[in-house]
């Protein structure tokens, strides 16, 4: 069996301009959201990664017309049927399970297997089918497969014990199309979900209060045809300022809104990197200073992203002294502390955290992407490390970071991709 790996011989200094894509947590979503529309969708900005291609699979299970050019996506719901997603597509993105909430609303009934994704401990979906039942829909487990139906859905109003991404936009999805008012109470405030309801208000919902703790929302009889521009990956551009920071001299990263980035920006400052806002560009300047140890936690928005504590790690192992992390949302979130430590960090792994002895030089070394988020964490390592990094289980990679090997060799990366025998 072989099996393609990126290959990075580090310690080359990157120069340049980089420009973000849009961002994939509010692609997965829009995607569905637009066949809650009984007319065509335009979506402007799509990243070109996999996970895109494994909607586009599911949408065309489900009879829709999906048009893919270059970063514009058309979907056309106006013919599709109401057929069960069972197929192995479901498995491979986590964000497959927003067809529950478009489906349930739209035809008042779903049949979908157990949804995919990155493994990051456990990662339960309770939250979205309390909202589902909340609606008055009935929920069964058969065979791998959620089957959830009501004869209708009506408003009403749902607590969310955490403030769950996933389960903020899947009830708003349900409830668009529900009779009467519902009320989401502890929403979650990420910018992705205010970009899936600024879709959902273009295509005629009624949708109050999306980024405050409460969201409320006016069902509707029907939704229409609209078109959406993206906002950017606040995590693309997230790893860039980490691998700027780690390896740039002087990069340009464009196309940030640098407002969804300010606790990143806040922890990069305190590590002593220098940078500058510029519009919607963000500067980052090389520098022979060492970096300072820092402590951080996760947290949900606006707090330090879990998706960034990755690739941060990195950057902590090249700072003097002790640095720590602490995990408040995916707490066994650590997978890529012992692959980084076969690079030569030092990292030791405690219950939700992780403590950073540090500086360590890094050496090249053949490590595996356990996760999308782990991947941009070897990234960063490979690029700053002595020797070749080949990163295996790419596939993690390609799933949320669109053509990275091409942004990197832009800026002056020697990074290639081959096949492997394992
Ligand atoms: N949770 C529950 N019950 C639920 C839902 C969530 O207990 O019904 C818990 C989770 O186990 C976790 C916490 O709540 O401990 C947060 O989960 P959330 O629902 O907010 O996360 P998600 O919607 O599954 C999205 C992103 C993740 C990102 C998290 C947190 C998508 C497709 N995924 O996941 O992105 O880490 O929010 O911000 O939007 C990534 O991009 O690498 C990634 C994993």
Redesign the pocket.
Same mark, same amino acid.
């Given at each position: 069996m072989s099996e393609k790996v990126i290959a990075i011989e580090g310690g080359y200094k990157l120069n340049g301009t980089v420009r973000i894509s849009g961002a994939?947590?509010a692609t997965?979503?829009l995607i569905p959201a637009a066949v809650l529309a009984d007319e065509p969708v335009d979506i402007y900005g799509v990243p070109e990664i996999s996970d895109v291609e494994a909607l586009a699979t599911l949408l065309r299970e489900l009879d829709c017309d999906v048009k893919i050019e270059g970063e514009d996506i058309r979907i056309d719901p106006s013919h599709m049927k109401e057929i069960p997603l069972v197929s192995e597509a479901v498995n491979k %993105? *986590?964000?497959s399970y927003y067809f529950m909430g478009v489906l349930l609303g739209k035809y008042k009934k779903v049949k979908i297997r157990m949804p995919g994704?990155?493994y %990051?401990? $456990?990662? $339960? #979906? /309770? %939250?979205?089918?309390?909202g589902f039942k909340a609606l008055g829909a009935t929920i069964e487990y058969v065979d791998d497969c959620y089957i959830i139906e009501a004869e209708e859905l009506i408003g009403n109003s749902i607590y969310l /014990?955490? +403030?769950?991404?996933?389960?903020? #936009?899947n009830i708003m999805f349900a409830a668009v199309k529900a009779k009467g008012k519902t009320i989401i109470e502890n929403a +979650?405030k990420?910018p992705?979900i205010i970009d899936v309801a600024n879709l959902l208000v273009k295509m005629g919902a009624k949708i109050r209060g999306v980024g405050t703790d409460t969201i409320t929302i006016e069902g509707v009889e029907e939704l229409h045809g609209t078109f959406h521009e993206i906002i950017p990956d606040r995590?693309e551009a997230g790893t860039f300022l980490i691998i700027a920071a780690a390896a740039g001299e002087k990069v340009i990263i464009q196309n940030i809104i640098p407002q969804h980035l300010e606790a990143l920006i806040s922890k990069l400052k305190e590590m002593g990197v220098k940078m500058e806002v510029v519009g919607d560009s963000i500067i980052v300047y090389g520098s022979e200073e060492p970096l300072q140890n820092i402590k951080v936690k996760t947290q #949900? =928005?606006p707090g330090l +992203?879990? /998706?960034l504590q990755q690739p941060l790690t990195t950057l902590m192992t090249q700072a003097e002294g002790i640095s720590q992390v602490q995990e408040t949302? =995916?707490?066994e979130r650590f997978k890529h502390c012992e692959q980084l430590n076969k690079m030569g960090a030092h990292i030791e792994v405690g219950e939700a955290k992780s403590t950073i002895f540090g500086a360590t030089p890094l050496h090249g070394a053949r490590v595996m992407a356990t /996760?999308? *988020?782990c991947g941009a964490a070897l990234v960063v390592a490979g690029l700053i490390a002595k020797g070749k990094t080949e990163i295996t289980n790419i596939y993690h990679i390609d799933r949320?970071y669109d053509n990275i090997d091409h942004k990197l060799i832009t800026l002056g990366a020697h990074v290639t991709r081959y096949e492997i025998d394992d």
């Open positions: 994939k947590n997965v979503a %993105l *986590r964000a994704g990155c %990051l401990g $456990p990662r $339960p #979906i /309770d %939250l979205h089918l309390k /014990d955490f +403030a769950s991404v996933g389960a903020t #936009i +979650a990420e992705e995590i #949900i =928005y +992203a879990t /998706d949302i =995916y707490i /996760d999308l *988020r949320g």
